[in-house]
Structures are given as structure tokens and as C-alpha cells.
């Protein structure tokens, strides 16, 4: 009988990896700390104090508190409660129309004030504030005192003094306003602060300062306030209205004009009234265009009914105040030590992130989840009753930024030191900018070429084979060094790649490794550039040193071979083609036709510049094809490049009048231009279309 065999489970085989192992995050940070050193982790520090600083306390600092504001008032708007209308609360106020309909607009009409406040002493109002300054005198202004003398009904009139509110009332106007409350005041009638206090940009986001010399404020003498928050200075409670059909909102408080109350009334038509004013908080005062009208957090967005920035009437602004205070609605700071503590934690969340060694994804998520907390969490305090007036949401986010850059930027020195090693290490095979894009992508080290389309640029320096021959060595070095220095960095500012140097020539092209749509301006920008720094040089020569000659620049474009070649002991990352070999012909064409740059027309084509003048065709030293040259010319006015260019189509036209005559002109015009000469007078020897073979 056969016996059965156990089935052992096959050994598990790891999937592979489809990246490096990730580097834990501590691992990272204690990496940076070790490598850093001492004076790079002091700065270091001294950053991330300035982010945590940034973090903390943006509300007090300049450019920065304006965005902090607008966040906040974005807050309050966004999560302000949607209310019906608040029973408890009637402003009477004086409007445009009273105004037009009494004829007198300031000080405002005061038998109108008296004859409405005897009709709503009688209507059983719980407490009656007037939000109207009695600072300069009016013919009725005993009917008015004799009525408030008269108040059943707790009744307590705006007072403000010089030194808490310069700006509303000057000396004069004060002591009469004294002389005016002590007047009226009885047991009934008493002043109470109507002040408000604006941030810088004239908004009232929080409640004022009670300062001694003052009153009660109006909301707190109005109603009673549990000590707790006696002198409450955090932020206004703003509301606004539900929408109590499609289309319709109904005021948070009701608005009725004043002189619905002032006018004769029984005692039938007062109890009419008395539903509109009994047990309730009565606020006299403006509402008037242009006048008392204060900016609010809601004043940032326009009004969607109105379409407008609406601003808010000082009257509301109290009846808010009062509102918040009947509901207890107490918003709750946060603490100072809670404040740091968020900061230190943002900053260090922003320095800790540039760290995060993790797949893309994930990186990501992290990211948006940090971006949600700076965005969502300061509206759920807002909505939870926190008074977020203090609360640093966008200082977080620049900290976290800041946080993010100063450590970021240290681990890239570090990174940065480590591959500046191995480049420079690559450099002394490969071109440093090849030995650059190597560092970023290995795979380009393999031997292999690509056929490219590139902007080619030779170089010659006249004279400087003389030179070595009548100076010492050490000085060839030096002026071959810095004339070479010179001409690379030009090469390297433009964006092109330095092939090769020959002694004292440059070879360089555009359009590999790297290719641009711009590279052919870019080249041409840098051949006149090249010759341009070549012609500073010589003027730059120390005394005694043998002159030289111009710096020759010949620019081609065409298709060639470009990539490493050479064995796996040496390579080079050059390019190869017949583009290479006309560039180098143009250079060597300028001692002929007397030019310092010449370019050919399919390179000017593609140059982008306006300054370029035609020489002609010329058929190039071992070259059958001949090729049309052009050569920039910025120092002529367009006329005579356009006239340069009229002889040069002439030719190419058998135009022999036309020809003439531009010819003979220019002759005359260019007398002194050794290229334009010769120009005329290789076009004199050939024919229609034909171009001029240079020996």
C-alpha cells in the first residue's frame, strides 16, 4: 500500500522591488544633523525660529497681518449662523427719507426724537438705546431734555470723550455733550459708550475696550453681562438672514423708520404699535447713506442680493453685539501656549515633509492631507465658537513653507556636495554640463548616438599663434585661460554645450543633449556675443603684451551624429556630421569677406533677429554647395541693412539697373566699411544668382 506524502507549502518568493528601499524619516533626519555640521545647523535653527515666529505671530506683522484678516473675514462670513429674525431687538431708526421729509440733516431733527420717545415709554420696551451724539445745540433741544427727564422706560444715550475717539468729537463738542448729559440724567436716563474700535484696514471684526473714563458699553448696559466676560474683546458674533422663501430674506433685526412713532397717537393706536416695541430692546439711531456706516467681515464679499460690497450701520453692528451677549455666545481663544505649540508643530510637519523618502503617492496625500488641515480646520474652529480673530492660518502655512525650504535646502547642500564629488570626478572625462544631465540620468554614460538637428558655432582667435611665439608660457596660459573662460561662460549663459576645445578655438552646438525651441536664437544670440567678448578682450590686454586679432564666429545649422563615443576606458560626448564642417568653414570664410560673424541662411532663418544683413553666396573652402551668408550687423540703422539687403536681391534678381544704383549709392554711403566693399565687389565679378568661390 502506498503511503501519502506530506505537501510542503513552496517557498515564498519576494516580488521585486520597483524602486529603492525608502530611507526611514529618522534615519533621514539624523543623516542631516550628522553632515550638516555645526555652523550650517545653527542657521538652520536660526530658520526654523524664524518660520515658528512666522507661525505664531502673523497677525502682528506687516503685509502678512492683511491676508491673515481677509482669511478671517472669509471665515466669519462662511460660517456665520443663518438666523430668522431676532424678536428680541427693533431698531427705530432716522433714514434718507426722515431726513428729506424733515428738511434737517444735522444735528438731526430732535422734536421728531421727543415726540417718538413719549409714545415708546409708553409701550413696555425693556431698555431704549439712542446711538445719536446731543454734541452741539438745536432751537428744540428742551422738548427733547423735558422728554428724557420724563423716561419711565431705561433709556441710555451715546456718549464718546476726546481721548478714547479723537476722531469723532473735538473738545468743544465734548463739554457741550457733558453739559447735555447732566441735564437730562436721572434714574432712567444715563449715557453709556457707543464706541467702536477698527483694525488698521477699517474693519470692525472684534468688541472694543472698555476704558475707565467710559460709560458702560451700549450692549452691556442695555442688558445684563455675567462678570466672566465684562470686558469681553473677542470677536463679533456676525449673523445673517435665512432665507424665509425663494427669493426672499427677512433683516436680522427689524428696521422701522422713526416716524412711524412720532406722530399723535391714542391709546388705541399705541397699543397697535406695543406688539412692535414691548418687551423688547429698543436702538435708535442712523441709517443714513454716507453716514455711521462701518466695514465688516462681510463688507469683503459682495452681497449676492444687492450685488455690492455692503457695509453695516453702527445701530446693527451694537444690536449684534447685544444679540451675542443675550445668547452668550462667547467665542473661546485660544491659548498662547496652544499657539506656539501649533506652530512649532506646522514648521516642523513643513521640515519633516521635505524629508519623507516614500513612493509619489504617498508623498502626495501627504502633502494635500497638511494643505486640508491649514484650510479646513481654522472654518471648523470658527463654526466650533473659537475666536479665530488671533488664529494664525496663514501664518502656518508660510511657516510650514519656510519649514519645508530651510530643511529642504540643507539636505539638498548636503546632496548637493555629494554630486558636485562625482561630477567633478565625471568632468574630468565628460563636459560639465554632459557630466550634469549623466549625474540626473545614468543611462546616457552607455556608448550610443542619435541624429540630431543642432546649431553649430566655431571659433577662431586671430593672432594668437604669434602670441605663443612671443611671450612666455606661463602668459599663453593666462590669456589662453581667461580668453577661454570668457567665451564658455557665454556659451553656458545661452544654453549651449561645449563640445571641444583646439588650442584657442571653441567648439560648441545647441539642440543636444538637450533641445530647446529657442535654440536658435539662443546660438545666434551667443556667436555675436562670442565675437562681441573677443573684441572686450583685446581691448582688455595688459601693456606689452602683442596684440591680437578679432575672435572669428562661423554658425551653421543641420542634422548630425551627437552622443558618447570612443570605448569604455574614454569617452567623449561630441557630435559628428557635416553641420560640424560647415560651421567651421563660415568661421574660416570671415578672414575672407572681412565679417567677424558670419551665419548661415538656414541658422539665420530660425535666428529670430532683425539685425541681420546678407554677404552674398559664397561657395566655402572644399565645399561644392554654396551657401548664402548673413552676418548681424547691430550697430547699422534699419535703412542701411535694408539697403544692404536691396543690393544683394538685385544681384540674385539680374537686376542690373537696380543693382547699379544701390551698388554705387552704398559705395559711396559704406566707404569705410571693408565688408560692404568687398560685398559690392564680389557681386561685381559674378553674375545672376552665381555665388563666389573663396580660395
Given amino acids: 500500500m502506498a503511503t501519502s506524502k506530506a505537501i510542503e507549502p513552496a517557498p515564498e518568493i519576494a516580488a521585486p522591488a520597483d524602486r529603492p528601499a525608502a530611507v526611514p524619516l529618522r ?223 427677512e433683516p436680522v433685526f427689524a428696521n422701522i423708520p422713526i416716524d412711524a412713532f412720532a406722530v399723535p397717537m391714542d391709546a388705541e393706536t399705541r397699543a397697535g404699535f406695543a406688539d412692535l416695541v414691548k418687551d423688547r430692546y429698543v436702538l435708535i439711531g442712523g441709517d443714513i447713506i454716507d453716514t455711521d456706516q462701518f466695514n465688516t467681515p462681510l463688507s469683503r464679499f459682495i452681497n449676492p442680493l444687492t450685488g455690492q460690497h455692503e457695509t453695516m450701520i453702527g445701530l446693527e453692528v451694537h444690536a449684534l453685539m447685544l444679540a451675542q451677549q443675550l445668547d452668550g455666545a462667547w467665542a473661546t481663544p485660544l491659548s498662547s501656549p496652544m499657539l506656539w505649540a501649533l506652530a512649532i508643530l506646522v514648521v516642523l510637519a513643513g521640515g519633516l515633509t521635505s524629508l519623507i523618502d516614500m513612493r509619489p503617492r504617498w508623498v502626495i496625500l501627504a502633502f494635500i492631507a497638511q494643505m486640508a488641515f491649514f484650510i479646513v480646520v481654522p472654518f471648523w474652529l470658527q463654526r466650533q465658537g473659537i475666536d479665530t480673530t488671533t488664529l494664525p492660518a496663514f501664518g502656518w502655512a508660510l511657516g510650514w513653507l519656510f519649514g519645508y525650504a530651510a530643511v529642504g535646502t540643507a539636505a539638498r547642500t548636503v546632496g548637493s556636495r555629494q554630486r558636485a564629488f562625482a561630477q567633478s570626478a565625471l568632468g574630468k572625462y565628460l563636459p560639465a554640463d554632459v557630466a550634469a544631465q549623466i549625474m540626473r540620468d545614468p543611462d546616457q554614460l552607455s556608448l550610443h548616438g542619435e541624429r540630431r538637428n543642432i546649431f553649430c558655432i566655431f571659433t577662431d582667435l586671430e593672432g594668437f599663434t604669434k602670441l605663443s611665439h612671443a611671450t612666455t608660457p606661463e602668459t599663453v596660459a593666462r590669456l589662453l585661460n581667461a580668453y577661454l573662460d570668457r567665451l564658455s561662460d557665454i556659451v553656458l549663459d545661452h544654453g549651449g554645450t561645449i563640445d571641444k576645445f583646439v588650442g584657442d578655438a571653441i567648439v560648441a552646438f545647441w539642440g543636444a543633449p538637450l533641445s530647446r525651441p529657442d535654440d536658435g536664437t539662443r546660438a545666434a544670440a551667443a556667436a555675436l556675443a562670442m565675437y562681441e567678448a573677443g573684441e572686450q578682450f583685446r581691448i582688455d590686454l595688459a601693456e606689452g603684451v602683442p596684440p591680437l586679432g578679432m575672435t572669428r564666429v562661423g554658425l551653421h545649422v543641420g542634422d548630425a551624429i551627437v552622443g558618447n563615443f570612443g570605448g569604455e576606458g574614454r569617452i567623449q560626448y561630441t557630435a559628428l556630421g557635416d553641420s560640424m564642417n560647415t560651421a567651421s568653414r563660415l568661421e574660416a570664410a570671415n578672414k575672407s569677406l572681412r565679417t567677424g560673424v558670419l551665419i548661415s541662411a538656414e541658422a539665420a532663418a530660425r535666428s529670430g533677429r532683425d539685425d541681420l544683413v546678407p554677404m552674398g553666396r559664397v561657395t566655402l573652402r572644399g565645399r561644392a554647395q554654396p551657401v548664402d551668408t548673413f552676418t548681424p550687423r547691430p550697430d547699422l540703422s534699419p535703412e542701411r541693412r535694408a539697403r544692404i539687403a536691396a543690393l544683394v536681391a538685385a544681384h540674385a534678381a539680374g537686376d542690373k539697373d537696380a543693382y547699379v544704383t544701390c551698388a554705387t549709392a552704398l559705395a559711396k554711403e559704406e566707404d569705410q566699411d571693408a565688408s560692404v566693399l568687398f560685398l559690392i565687389e564680389r557681386l561685381d565679378e559674378t553674375e545672376k544668382g552665381e555665388s563666389y568661390a573663396l580660395s
Fill in 27 to 249: 534615519k533621514r533626519v539624523r543623516q542631516l544633523a550628522r553632515q550638516l555640521g555645526p555652523a550650517r545647523m545653527v542657521v538652520l535653527l536660526l530658520l526654523l525660529l524664524a518660520a515658528v515666529a512666522i507661525a505664531r505671530l502673523s497677525w502682528q506683522m506687516p503685509l502678512i497681518n492683511a491676508p491673515e484678516r481677509a482669511l478671517y473675514d472669509a471665515r466669519a462670513t462662511a460660517m456665520a449662523p443663518h438666523v430668522g429674525q431676532d424678536k428680541r431687538i427693533v431698531m427705530i431708526t432716522y433714514n434718507d427719507e426722515t431726513l428729506f421729509n424733515t428738511g434737517i440733516r444735522s444735528p438731526l431733527d430732535r422734536t421728531l426724537l421727543a415726540n417718538a420717545l413719549g409714545n415708546l415709554d409708553q409701550m413696555g420696551a425693556k431698555a431704549i438705546g439712542i446711538d445719536i451724539l446731543f454734541d452741539s445745540p438745536r432751537p428744540d433741544d428742551d422738548l427733547l431734555k423735558t422728554q428724557l427727564r420724563a423716561m419711565k422706560t431705561p433709556t441710555w444715550l451715546a456718549y464718546v470723550e476726546q481721548e478714547s475717539n479723537p476722531n469723532t468729537i473735538f473738545y468743544e463738542q465734548q463739554k457741550f455733550l457733558e453739559a447735555w448729559h447732566a441735564d437730562v440724567r436721572t434714574a432712567k436716563t444715563r449715557p453709556t459708550s457707543v464706541l467702536f474700535r477698527t483694525d488698521d484696514d477699517s474693519v470692525i471684526r472684534k468688541w472694543p475696550d472698555r476704558p475707565k473714563k467710559l460709560p458702560p458699553l451700549m450692549a452691556n448696559a442695555l442688558a445684563p453681562v455675567d462678570a466672566a466676560h465684562a470686558n469681553y474683546q473677542g470677536n463679533i458674533r456676525y449673523l445673517l438672514p435665512a432665507r424665509a422663501a425663494e427669493g426672499q430674506e
